[in-house]
């Protein structure tokens, strides 16, 4: 009650302040003023009993009144008229705003029928977007399946595209390796190939206190030229006819190996493919340290046999014993021929002396080997076959009891089985 005081109060103020005042004024002036005016008039008529259309004083008063307050009806009317707006549609357009009013409930419905009508259209538009939507969300997942095959196999298509490229590569190079290959299995049965694959054609020393590239040049140059010498001794040629050519990268670390600090070096002059007469030689340098292996008259291997070895068993032991001291020289850092492996051999005439004196040697004997000069990690292993005749066998190393010898050997025949062997260590 306390809330609801002050809002009727304020509504009631509201309503006071909306009403035409002054309308209701002028009608109460007007209608005053025609009561006076008809009350006087009717007042004078009936004191001189005045009578209409032949009737009597009384009927006649009460038509005066009558028709005073129709006057003061119509006045009433005609001010208000002046006065509103509202009054004058009222009574000369109330017809027309009822058939307005008629005409606008029937469009108002008409409306509400149409937005009725409408709503539902909506909500089956609504309906079919939805539809639409999950259409739409379907395709797009569609799509972008669609799309990750795709580029899945745009990406398969390009690793195939690549893989065929790299295999159309591999077919060029293997054709041109065929045709390597054919044309040198045709050099080759002509008898033309100068020097294999990865072959030794050359070495050259340098020596200590090379500290220039002019130098290492001038070593460089010497070994071109022996590599040139022989690529035309083995193809019958002219030196100044062969064409040389030297691969930049291995001639720069060579470069760099030689000028990194002071030392004995060897380099070696490779091929890294067969060469055919008349074909450019491509040479690939190698640098090695050098150092001092074995010093001249040093003993490198010793055999000691209880009997008399026939000329087969003398040879046989030798080969054994080279071959032992080629595995030997490589463990301790000789460099060996790429090609055949070996560090060094002895001239023919050499080792079939050597055969004989140890053939006709008497039992017990002793072979050395030693080195026939100063013998560098380059190489190669220069001996001489030294033979020693009526040795004693008792103070023998240790060692040489492990040995087999070939006194049984000489028994079934087998000069395959090695003697009792001092090695240097």
Request: proline share 3%.
């Amino acid at each position: 009650m306390g809330k609801g005081g002050p809002l009727m109060e304020e509504s009631l103020w509201e309503l006071l302040t909306e009403v035409n005042w002054k309308m209701i004024a002028l009608t109460l002036l007007a209608g005053g003023v025609l009561s006076i005016i008809g009350d006087r008039v009717g007042m004078r008529f009936a004191k001189r009993r005045v009578t209409l259309f032949n009737l009597r004083p009384k009927y006649t008063s009460s038509i005066l009144t009558a028709c005073t307050g129709m006057l003061i009806s119509l006045c009433v009317i005609a001010i208000l008229a002046v006065v509103s707006e509202s009054v004058r549609t009222s009574l000369f357009s109330m017809q027309f705003i009822q058939r307005q009013i008629v005409d606008l409930t029937r469009q108002l419905q008409d409306s509400r029928n149409e937005q009725q009508v409408s709503s539902l259209l909506i909500v089956e538009a609504q309906q079919q977007l939805t539809s639409k939507e999950k259409e739409l969300a379907a395709k797009e997942t569609e799509l972008s399946d669609l799309q990750n095959r795709a580029d899945s196999l745009r990406r398969t298509t390009e690793e195939m595209q690549a893989e065929r490229d790299r295999l159309a590569k591999e077919r060029a190079t293997l054709e041109e390796d065929v045709n390597r290959i054919r044309t040198t299995l045709g050099k080759l049965q002509e008898g033309r190939i100068v020097a294999f694959s990865d072959e030794r054609l050359g070495q050259e020393v340098i020596p200590e206190g090379v500290t220039t590239e002019a130098e290492a040049r001038r070593y460089l140059d010497r070994l071109n030229e022996r590599v040139r010498f022989e690529v035309a001794r083995r193809s019958d040629a002219v030196p100044a006819s062969i064409s040389l050519e030297e691969d930049p990268e291995s001639l720069q670390n060579a470069m760099q190996r030689i000028l990194a600090y002071d030392s004995r070096k060897v380099v070696r002059a490779m091929v890294p493919q067969n060469i055919a007469a008349g074909e450019t030689v491509r040479v690939v340098y190698r640098v090695y340290e050098s150092s001092l292996v074995f010093s001249k008259e040093e003993t490198l291997l010793t055999r000691v046999l209880r009997f008399k070895p026939s000329a087969e068993q003398a040879e046989t032991m030798l080969s054994y014993m080279l071959r032992e001291l080629n595995r030997m020289a490589t463990s301790s850092g000789i460099l060996n021929d790429p090609l055949t492996g070996m560090v060094g051999g002895i001239p023919a005439n050499d080792f079939y002396d050597g055969v004989e004196r140890l053939a006709a040697a008497k039992a017990p004997l002793r072979v050395t080997l030693r080195a026939a000069r100063d013998i560098y990690s380059e190489g190669p292993v220069s001996v001489k076959i030294v033979v020693e005749q009526n040795v004693s066998v008792d103070n023998l190393d240790s060692l040489d009891e492990d040995l087999p010898d070939l006194s049984a050997a000489a028994e079934r025949g087998d000069s395959s089985v090695p003697a009792k062997t001092t090695a240097r260590k």
